[in-house]
């Protein structure tokens, strides 16, 4: 297998372009070597520039959850160009995504439609401070809300518990009203309250997608949600990964809970930039124009992004997938543990719906720290085997793997034996 034009690409990609990409996520710092390019995908397939096909498990990191160029999509997108692509002004698509959206969280009377998830996370904040008239955030060590400042904190455990920036160029003053709790840590959370008497809203990804899959123990986030009420707070549920991915309605239809404030974005796009925040009627009306809370935006609610939103969202509502990728996502599973266990690698698995991942821990990971248990040495090297045996993984241990709804048999089946090869290095590889 050749990478060469890749290398290519990345050698002249680095004279302009910040190390040669347009997210450090797609860099492959942390498994060595250069980030692939890629010239096309279609279905589960994706296509690098020397002509190598991956099954594709990265999907845009969520977005593509119908599989790539789904002929529907297509078909909306090419039609809505074909009118102009931005108005500076209403179009009917706005009101029809916005209806599918707020019809599948019961939560959301009303949406607004921004250009991505950092976008949406940043106004449903700006929001939450608005309607509660506080300043202070909770959110959790090791869930990630997008390149905000305010939220930039808790990067690793040492910066945490001191709420220092998790990036430079953050300044102390940008994140002084954050406070920072533990995932799956009750306490933790009762503690700021006792602490604090002006917090204005608790953030958390209701099932962890960026320190790896976590899922949160039984009742967690109901707590979270009483506590928040209790003392006048507001629930902020990140939906922007597991939104229509956990299951239409979300993670929060599948945990049963409301959040107060519900953040959206990458499926909820089809892998046009569609970012979105909503709530119930009471909370919406502090945003402008009806209230006094500024956001706003110039490609906001993009008719060409609003139709591939809305067939996205419509043939995911037709196709149902969601029994399918509990029962793929299993058989991953078992394939990962039988592998280790058959190479006798220490492997811990999560997974929740359509997202999975192996943690190269024998620590169960219910938290950031646990996660962080993992030999990210061996991750690198069962990455790239993953990779030479024809399977795109995201480049990093703390990412999870996503599924589409077009994977076949055939497809499971390179997966399957991909995972084995790979189980097979790590065995075989020396770690200093
Ligand atoms: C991806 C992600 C974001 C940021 O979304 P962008 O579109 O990359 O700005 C925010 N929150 C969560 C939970 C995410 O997974």
Known sequence: MSFKNSEKLYNKGLKNLVGAVNSPVRAFSSVGGNPLFIKKAKGTKIEDVDGNKYVDLVLSYGPMILGHRHKKVQKAVTKSLKNGYSFGASTV????????????FPGMDKVRFVNSGTEAVLSA?????????????????????????????AAGSGLATLSLPGS???PEGAVKNTLIANYNDIESVKAHFEAHNDIAGIIIEPVGG???VVIPEEGFLQELKELA???????????????????????????GVEADITCLGKVIGGGFPVGAYGARNEIM????PLGGMYQAGTLSGNPVAMAG?????????????????????????????????????ALSVNRFGSMINPFFTDVKVTNFAEAQTSNTK????????????????PPSQFEAWFLSSALSEKDIKIIAIAIDKGMKKVANSNYE
């Open 210 to 212: 960026n320190m790896g």
């Open 168 to 170: 430079k160029g953050v």
């Open 309 to 345: 939103g809305i067939a996205t969202l419509t043939e995911l509502k037709k196709q149902n997938p969601y029994d399918k990728f509990n029962e793929i996502a299993q058989i991953i599973e078992v394939f990962l543990l039988e592998s280790a266990k058959k190479y006798d690698i």
């Open 125 to 153: 904040i700006r929001l939450a401070r608005a309607h509660t008239n506080k300043d202070k955030i909770i959110k959790f060590s090791g869930c990630y809300h997008g390149h905000q400042d305010a939220l930039l904190v």
């Open 378 to 393: 061996k991750f690198a090297v069962f990455f790239w085997e993953m990779i030479k045996n024809g399977v795109f993984l």
């Open 229 to 255: 009420n209790k003392n006048g707070a507001l629930l902020i549920a990140d939906e922007v990964m597991t939104g229509f991915r956990s299951k239409f309605g979300g993670a929060q239809e599948v945990l």
């Open 285 to 288: 009306e502090n945003v402008a």
């Open 93 to 104: 698509n706005e009101i029809k995504l916005a209806k599918i959206v707020c019809n599948a």
